[in-house]
C-alpha cells in the first residue's frame, strides 16, 4: 500500500530563519524538566507566536495567556507534517502528559519551493491525521484540539485551505463518537471582513502569517475551551 509522503516521517526539508537542529535539541532539553499542561504543535504560526529564538509575531498576546501556565511550544518554521511526525518520534514529547494539545499543521503542504512540489488537500490530510493518530497514541488522557487552517493568500493556496479544512472537519466529527476529547475548531470567518474577503490587517506578512491582532483572536478562541482544563 501507498503511504503518502506527509506521513513518512523525516528530518527538515527546508531553511528558514533559525536552525532547526539547534531548536529540536532545545525541546529535548526543555522536556526533561517540563511538564506541560498545554502543547502546541505546528509550523512557523506556532512557531513565531512566542519568543523563542528571538524571533516572534505575537509574544505580548503569549505572554498574556501563557506566561503563568505550563506550555510547550512545538511548532518548527516551515515545517510539514513529516517533519513533525519526525520530532515526535525522536523526543520531543518525552515524559509529557498534557491535559491539552493544539495542533495547526498542514498549510506549508501548500507551499511550493525548490525543495518541495506541493502537496493535494487529500496529502495533506493523510499528514495531519497521522499526527493526530500520533498524539493520541502518546497523550491518551489528553484533550486535542485540531485547528482549521487559517486563511492566507494567494488564492490559489486558499482553495486548497479550504479543500483541506473540509476533510479535517469530517474526519475529527466522526472520530468523535469514539474519542469525544477530539475537537475540531474552524476560526477562519475570524480573518475575513464580512464580505468574506482576506484581511490582510490580521498577518504580519499581509498573507500568512498572524501579528498581534491575529493570535489575540487564536487565544481568545481558544481559551474557553482549554480554560476549565488548566
Not at 513529516?82 to 491535559?99: D, F, V
Not at 499526527?131 to 487552517?149: C, D, F, G, H, N
Not at 471582513?193 to 487565544?219: E, Q
Request: some cysteine; charged content about 25%.
Amino acid at each position: 500500500m501507498h503511504i503518502p509522503r506527509s506521513c513518512i516521517p523525516c528530518e527538515k526539508i527546508e531553511n528558514d530563519s533559525y536552525d532547526w537542529y539547534v531548536r529540536h535539541n532545545a525541546k529535548l532539553e526543555e522536556v526533561k524538566t517540563k511538564r506541560a499542561d498545554l502543547v502546541f504543535i505546528g509550523d512557523s504560526i506556532t512557531h513565531f507566536w512566542n519568543c523563542e529564538e528571538g524571533i516572534t509575531n505575537g509574544a505580548d498576546v503569549w505572554e498574556e495567556f501563557y506566561g503563568n501556565r505550563s506550555v510547550l511550544n512545538l511548532g518548527f518554521g516551515f515545517d510539514r507534517t513529516q517533519n513533525m511526525l519526525w520530532r515526535l518520534e525522536h523526543g520531543e514529547m518525552a515524559n509529557q502528559s498534557p491535559k491539552v494539545i493544539v495542533v495547526n499543521a498542514g498549510t506549508n503542504h501548500f507551499s511550493y519551493t525548490p525543495n518541495y512540489d506541493g502537496d493535494t488537500p487529500e496529502i495533506a490530510f493523510e499528514g495531519v491525521k497521522k499526527l493526530v493518530q500520533t498524539l493520541r497514541k502518546m497523550a491518551p488522557e489528553a484533550k486535542i484540539i485540531v485547528m482549521a487552517l487559517f486563511p492566507r493568500l494567494p488564492e490559489e493556496k486558499q482553495m486548497r485551505i479550504n479543500a483541506l479544512n473540509g476533510l479535517l472537519k469530517e474526519y475529527i466529527n466522526n472520530a468523535r463518537e469514539n474519542d469525544p476529547a477530539l475537537e475540531f475548531l474552524d476560526i477562519s470567518s475570524k480573518f475575513l471582513y464580512p464580505d468574506g474577503s482576506f484581511n490582510a490587517d490580521l498577518y504580519t506578512d499581509r498573507r500568512c502569517h498572524p501579528n498581534s491582532a491575529g493570535y489575540r483572536i487564536w487565544a481568545n478562541a481558544l481559551e474557553p475551551l482549554i480554560a476549565p482544563l488548566l
